[in-house]
T-cell receptor
């Protein structure tokens, strides 16, 4: 049973517009969340994280929002650029596991059209 | 330039044979991990190790084995007991309670 779900396998947006990628989780013990970006034939690279004591974390064009009551997080990319086209994974972990066990979603493939 | 090296990138083996996937890191990270990715699914944890000579099973450890004799190295053996070994395998490392750094993966195909 997947504890972290990304229900949209793909997303297509126009260059310059906002991209919103969504992620839902079921385990209320999760308190640390990350987004990774993956290009073809490469490993995932860390993008941005958020802990459960916050509801928003911003890094340049990337912002992650956390809604604990809904067990939902989202990644906003503004403005979207063609180089952002990749697969995005969300992941979650719990402090009780010393953040050693991460549960990953199945990924959303983002296509930013020029 | 620090990073994680997985080799080989593609690996083909006959059914019933054990195969070992290599993972080396020069980031001086204590923790190392092995994940498996299947089409349409997220990464699933096979094994992880927080220190040398110690490792823990993840969610799908059956049919796999690991060793951690050196801080830099965390090889994964896919044994003949693994019923469906064809997959993309990713190795990662991290400092304690920090985001993980990933290698570029090994695609294993069983003929």
């Amino acid at each position: 049973d997947q504890q972290v779900k990304q229900n949209s396998p793909s997303l297509s947006v126009q260059e310059g517009r906002i991209s919103i990628l969504n992620c839902d989780y079921t385990n209320s013990m999760f308190d640390y969340f990350l987004w990774y970006k993956k290009y073809p034939a490469e490993g995932p690279t860390f993008l941005i994280s958020i802990s459960s004591i916050k509801d928003k974390n911003e890094d340049g064009r990337f912002t992650v929002f956390l809604n604990k009551s809904a067990k939902h997080l989202s990644l906003h990319i503004v403005p979207s650029q063609p180089g952002d086209s990749a697969v995005y994974f969300c992941a979650a972990s719990a402090i009780r596991d010393n953040f050693n066990k991460f549960y990953f979603g199945s990924g959303t493939k983002l296509n930013v059209k020029p | 330039d620090g990073g994680i090296t997985q080799s080989p990138k593609y690996l083909f083996r006959k059914e019933g044979q054990n195969v070992t996937l290599s993972c080396e890191q020069n980031l001086n990270h204590d923790a190392m991990y092995w994940y498996r990715q299947d089409p349409g699914q997220g990464l699933r944890l096979i094994y992880y190790s927080q220190i040398v000579n110690d490792f823990q099973k993840g969610d799908i450890a059956e049919g796999y084995s690991v060793s951690r004799e050196k801080k830099e190295s965390f090889p994964l053996t896919v044994t003949s007991a693994q019923k469906n070994p064809t997959a993309f395998y990713l190795c990662a490392s991290s400092r304690s309670m920090q985001p993980q750094h990933f290698g570029d993966g090994t695609r294993l195909s069983i003929l």
